[in-house]
């Protein structure tokens, strides 16, 4: 187990490119799974999660050949899959939950393991359970395990969703391609991953209509085949340099980001006192003082993206004045603020409801990263604390950023990956 040591003070300045969105390729790696021979995905991050999400689709009978230095994975998949997702994956990445639409739909069959909570909260799976029953899957909970059931296969049917759910929409949406008839899934989620999706899918032969709106209509069809796609860049990863840049009153360059994917949280940058301007494929942001504090509410897309609320809370942890931040998506994303706490930041929770009195300066000391978005939002406090911070259970930060302690160190930071001393014993 390493941790990140961080020395406060540095300015970043200079250029970071992004590469495609952890979000999205999990998502896409699973629906490789729809058609039998060979897919090919570029721009696929380094990271931990394509790892993982590798491994499961291993068990389940594919080839996965995952090149890291050309940032694709290809993935073989064969006219008979598995369909048992094990616990001690399903575990390490939540995402995995997203092969249960997949399975139902090419083997009539699937039995996933339930996730369970996790640092953000406690993350229930109804509404992808009461979509895909829609469908006319029989699923029921057995030991541990989602276990559904279509032998005579799915039928299209109109699913509305609660709540515009992400991995909801993209089983739902996953288990309709294949399906009889006509799926209309209503109050979808509009991410522009789940967009990355719905393209790959029709690169793949589903026919589908409103990709980007809250309503998606699927036309289902008999088969579908391989095919070659890019993921979409990361915009949270995109948003992060953003946030950094104008943490320390920086001049940072984004290449390979879609700035249009961050309009809301660059908005905020701008009402914080940053320069933001487009560039030729990405995005510069310069700050030139000490940031004003900005409200914040996150919302489903194109609301303000909840994985950039830690971000937003380091943000006015140092501004100059008080912020009131509501977080909408998951309530236990407020666990970040008592570590933010331990570096000197005044933030004060009630509910889903947090108020930030930002200080002229944090003070540097040991944090732990809970989950991934609060890892890179600790490490960037740790860049204006005063003194020195480390940052524990960066494992967090390697599931979601590229290179992160590198990138960071292009753009002038005093950043070391090193041994975590106090690391506890793992088996
Ligand atoms: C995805 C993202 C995560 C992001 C989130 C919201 C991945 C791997 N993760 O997570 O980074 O923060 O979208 O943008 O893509 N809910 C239910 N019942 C369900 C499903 C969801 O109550 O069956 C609730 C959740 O508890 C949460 C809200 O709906 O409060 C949104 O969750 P959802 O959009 O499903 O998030 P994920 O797909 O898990």
């Not at 296969?153 to 949406?173: C, K, M, Y």
């Not at 940058?269 to 914040?296: I, K, N, Q």
């Not at 996150?298 to 950039?308: E, H, K, Q, R, V």
Request: glycine share 10%.
């Amino acid at each position: 187990m390493d941790r990140f040591r961080v020395v406060g003070g540095a300015r970043l300045a200079g250029e970071v490119r992004v590469t495609g969105a952890k979000n999205s390729v999990l998502k896409v790696m699973a629906a490789a799974l729809l058609a039998e021979g060979r897919t090919t995905l570029t721009e696929v991050p380094h990271i931990l999660d394509v790892e993982i999400m590798g491994e499961l689709l291993r068990r389940l009978g594919c080839a996965v050949d995952y090149d890291p230095d050309a940032a694709t994975v290809a993935i073989d998949v064969p006219a008979e899959l598995g369909h048992q997702a094990d616990y001690d994956l399903v575990r390490r990445i939540r995402a995995s939950i997203c092969v249960l639409g997949p399975l139902i739909a090419r083997c009539g069959r699937a039995e996933v393991a339930m996730p369970g909570g996790d640092a953000i909260g406690t993350r229930p799976l109804d509404f992808h359970i009461a979509g895909l029953t829609k469908l006319g899957a029989e699923l029921d909970s057995e030991h541990g395990y989602i276990v559904a059931r279509a032998p005579d296969g799915l039928t299209g049917a109109t699913v509305w969703l609660d709540f515009p759910s992400v991995g909801a929409t993209e089983n739902v949406l996953m288990a309709g391609v294949l399906a009889t008839g006509t799926t209309v899934i209503d109050n979808a989620a509009r991410e522009p991953e789940i967009v990355d999706l719905c393209q790959m899918l029709q690169q793949m032969g589903a026919k589908i209509d409103g990709a980007g709106t809250s309503t998606l209509t699927v036309e289902g069809v008999d088969r579908l085949s391989p095919t070659e796609h890019a993921i979409v860049p990361d915009r949270i990863v995109a948003g992060t340099w953003a946030f950094a840049a104008a943490m320390t009153q920086g001049d940072v360059t984004v290449r390979g980001a879609r700035p249009e994917h961050l309009e809301i949280a660059l908005d905020k940058l701008h009402s914080a006192g940053a320069t933001v301007e487009g560039v030729d494929d990405g995005f510069r942001v310069v700050m030139d003082r000490r940031p004003d504090a900005v409200d914040a509410v996150t919302l489903p897309y194109p609301g303000l993206a909840t994985d950039l609320q830690p971000l937003v809370m380091a943000l006015n942890s140092i501004a100059d004045g008080a912020a009131m931040i509501t977080e909408n998506i998951f309530e236990g994303r407020f666990v970040f603020a008592s570590e933010l706490a331990r570096l000197g930041a005044h933030v004060r929770t009630d509910g889903h409801h947090a108020v930030v009195r930002g200080v002229p300066r944090l003070s540097g000391a040991p944090v732990r990263a809970s989950d991934i978005r609060a890892g890179a939002a600790l490490t960037l406090a740790g860049l204006v604390a005063e003194g020195t911070t480390y940052v524990s259970d960066i494992v967090h930060i390697d599931r979601g950023y590229p290179g992160f302690d590198a990138q960071l160190r292009s753009l002038g930071a005093d950043v070391t990956r090193e041994p975590d001393p106090d690391a506890p014993f793992l088996e």
